[in-house]
């Protein structure tokens, strides 16, 4: 039986997690309309996410994961409470913490190497010419694109873009990775491909992960945990779902458990009651 846990507006979900390595306590954050009232996009936000856990952050739009992910990110700042790494509060960006967005971000004058080598030369300053060279060889071939190496980005697909993506951030060896959508502009045939080819990734060299998605299927697919946002605005965590599969995961057996579908079905039906429900 898939095991779930609620937490209501303000819970403490460190009492379920002890061994948080992303910290996420009291988060509010909001903002001042142009006729000077106050907008609270998250109020009330805890959670904890362990070093080498894969998380995936689900809710409607306006939720405000995006937001959640930004503060993680050091790309805003919480009005109120506190976002830690390590011990250490997050104020700003920082190389241990690397994003993935949907659209890519990648510099269309450069190649697909010199894309991945120009954060590898901003981050790691201290290596030689010739680690550089091998931590970027390294991770084009791990996600498959040594091949296409001195193409532009106008030369390649989506699914080898959002690729190049997934290899600049992880060649700088971040301690998170931070995902937004990263599978969400993509055909569904390359969005099932790119899923595991990152999912295998992440199950060879085990890292923090928070990924935004709108799919409850994906979500089930590569996450530890799926944390499940109530409506915006004032949004919080509404639940939070543990996937009790274990990795490595195969899709096809995956959709042929009981647990699957009744996991599946739980996540849908939390959606639907916030989707159908008056504001």
């Known amino acids: 039986m898939t095991k779930s846990s609620s937490f209501p507006k303000g819970a403490n979900e460190k009492n ?14 909001s903002y001042t309309n142009p006729n000077g009232g ?33 503060m993680v990110a050091g ?17 700003k960006p920082g190389a241990e913490r690397m994003m993935v967005f949907q659209h ?37 071939a791990m996600v498959n694109l040594t091949a296409a190496a001195e193409k532009y980005p106008d030369e ?24 937004d959508e990263p599978f969400g502009a993509l055909d569904a045939l390359t969005r099932g491909k790119l899923q595991k ?13 928070m990924m935004i998605t709108h799919d409850v299927d994906e979500a089930i697919y590569m996450s530890d945990r799926i944390v499940m946002m109530t409506n915006g605005p004032a949004a919080t965590i509404g639940e939070i779902l543990d996937v009790p599969f274990a990795h490595p995961r ?11 579908y009744e ?11 916030y989707f159908n429900q008056e504001e």
């Open 197 to 209: 080819q990152v999912l295998d990734i992440w199950e060879t060299q085990r890292q923090a992960v």
């Open 16 to 29: 379920v997690r002890n061994s948080g390595f992303l910290e996420i306590e009291n988060i509010v954050k």
């Open 38 to 70: 106050e907008m609270v996009v998250l109020d009330g936000v805890n959670l904890t996410v362990g070093e080498d856990e894969y998380i995936s952050v689900i809710g409607h739009s306006g939720c405000g994961k995006s937001t959640l992910l930004k």
């Open 104 to 140: 890519y971000g990648l510099l269309p004058w450069l190649t697909v190497r010199e894309n991945i080598r120009l954060a590898v030369d901003e981050v790691l300053k201290n290596a030689n010419r010739a680690e550089k060279i091998s931590i970027v060889n390294e991770h084009l």
């Open 250 to 260: 195969d899709r096809h057996e995956l959709r042929e458990s009981k647990e699957y």
């Open 156 to 179: 390649i697909s989506g699914g080898m873009k959002q690729r190049v993506g997934i290899a600049r951030a992880l060649a700088t060896r971040p301690k998170m990775l931070l995902m």
């Open 75 to 91: 790309l805003e700042k919480p009005t109120a409470g506190s976002v830690r790494l390590d011990g250490k509060e997050i104020r």
């Open 263 to 273: 996991l599946r079905n739980h996540a849908l039906d939390f959606l639907d009651r």
